[in-house]
């Protein structure tokens, strides 16, 4: 490979549901999974967050002090379409949208970050085949509206995360337990996914990818019953969506779907999005699921996760590996190999307790970046990078208790300050050439 590439993308991320608040926009699935006791480790909600929605211009001010050249950001369907259809309200992201290019930042939106509008969940959510019609329907009146200023387009975060939890165990919104019956709930969000491309292409939207969670998976034990369970494990949560999207079938075993629908699925992209964060130890079934997570598997599922030893943990509990990063982009070159479009990389980042003195977050960058300059040398065509997150935020079930911004955010007050992660990343930025990976001088990151 060529290691010369010209504007390599550095980036932050956030979503919707977890800085903006509620003011403004209809009930979501989560805000309703949020009001059942219990269900937020520290019984708060996402009604204020941080306040990004009236502090949007002070937070774009952090990202051009930053120097970043992306923001990912997602739009909330029910601030945009209450309903789940019908007029759109784009006001918020119309002022949004101007002020990042103004501020010189390129605005990558995500259409779909887990935010169902409740009454679509109410409808069924994504067990319903037409929630992917609707979905398509509400990308095309965001793109009318932004696509003559956003160059860069995202159509769903994390299809895995919303099938297996929040339908499949119901530790996320939903709350759903149909275990293996949530299958379908895959099918109709990758379905989503291209009717939303499709709708995008013809609105005069380009650019378009999506983020997808992708992780290694390691086998705990000797036994075949290890190697079984660690191989459905991993097609579960890595293979069930990416061959669909890039090979247009599914894994042997998990065919689904009406005719034309892989067709669909497997429109070309432009780019493919990955979020990393750590691999998964898995082996046969009988392992509760350890402090990685944090979640209670069933009895009676066909695989455990085991505890991963002998690494740092994150304030989250995950262990910190930084190589999984590497092993994970050359095992999708090497499965997909010209079918995989270049990768950036859509989510990276880590929790931690610190407030402004985060030295662990430092380390757990500059090893990442690392990492991720080894597997660009050994051909792995990456375009770009973007840390999760800018802000602190509202961190699902976690409630306030876990902090992944690199800027500190006061849930009383909504004070942001920057984080000295923030001044590393900065600091990074501005000494990476556009050549990155190639020489680079000498300053903090890979050298």
Request: proline fraction near 7%; charge should be negative; aromatic fraction near 12%.
């Amino acid at each position: 490979m060529n290691n010369a590439r010209v504007n390599f993308l550095w980036g932050v991320a956030a979503s919707a549901f977890q800085i903006e608040g509620a003011a403004g926009r209809g009930p979501s699935g989560w805000d309703a999974f949020a009001a059942q006791p219990g269900r937020i480790k520290d019984g708060t909600d996402a009604s204020v967050a941080t306040g990004h929605v009236d502090r949007y211009r002070e937070d774009v001010a952090l990202m051009k002090e930053l120097g970043v050249g992306a923001y990912r950001f997602s739009i909330s369907w029910p601030r945009v379409q209450p309903s789940g259809t019908g007029p759109a309200n784009l006001d918020f992201y119309d002022r949004l949208v101007d002020e990042l290019c103004a501020a010189g930042i390129a605005p990558a939106p995500t259409l779909y970050h887990w935010d169902t509008p409740l009454p679509l969940e109410e409808a069924g959510g994504w067990t319903n085949r037409d929630t992917a019609y609707k979905l398509a329907d509400y990308a095309s009146a965001v793109a009318e509206r932004l696509a003559d200023r956003v160059p860069m387009w995202i159509t769903i975060n994390e299809p895995a995360e919303v099938t297996l939890l929040g339908y499949g165990l119901g530790q996320h919104a939903p709350g759903r337990n149909l275990l293996f019956d949530a299958l379908p709930v895959a099918h109709h969000q990758l379905l989503g996914h291209g009717l939303a491309v499709q709708a995008l292409r013809a609105a005069g939207a380009d650019n378009i990818g999506l983020a997808a969670s992708h992780s290694p998976v390691w086998t705990a034990g000797d036994t075949d019953q290890d190697r079984q369970s660690a191989g459905l494990y991993d097609t579960l949560m890595n293979w069930l969506f990416a061959d669909p999207i890039l090979l247009g079938r599914y894994p042997e075993g998990f065919e689904q779907g009406a005719d034309g629908d892989l067709e669909i699925i497997s429109a070309p992209l432009d780019w493919y999005g990955v979020n990393y964060y750590s691999p998964t130890l898995v082996g046969a079934p009988g392992a509760a699921l350890d402090s990685y997570s944090g979640f209670d598997l069933p009895p009676d599922l066909p695989f455990g996760i085991h505890d991963l030893q002998g690494y740092p943990r994150t304030g989250f509990g995950w262990p910190v590996v930084p190589d999984g990063l590497r092993e994970i982009l050359t095992t999708l070159r090497d499965r997909y190999g010209d079918r995989l479009p270049p990768v950036h990389i859509t989510e990276n980042g880590c929790s931690y307790p610190d407030e402004v003195a985060d030295t662990r977050r430092i380390d757990y960058l500059d090893g990442h970046l690392r990492a991720l300059a080894q597997a660009m040398a050994e051909g792995v065509d990456v375009r770009g990078y973007f840390v999760w997150s800018i802000l602190d935020n509202f961190e699902w079930i976690e409630g306030y208790t876990q902090r992944f911004g690199l800027v500190h955010v006061d849930f009383d007050t909504l004070r942001r300050t920057p984080k000295d992660s923030y001044r590393w990343y900065q600091e990074f930025i501005s000494r990476a050439p556009d050549s990155w990976p190639g020489t680079h001088r000498a300053g903090p990151g890979p050298a």
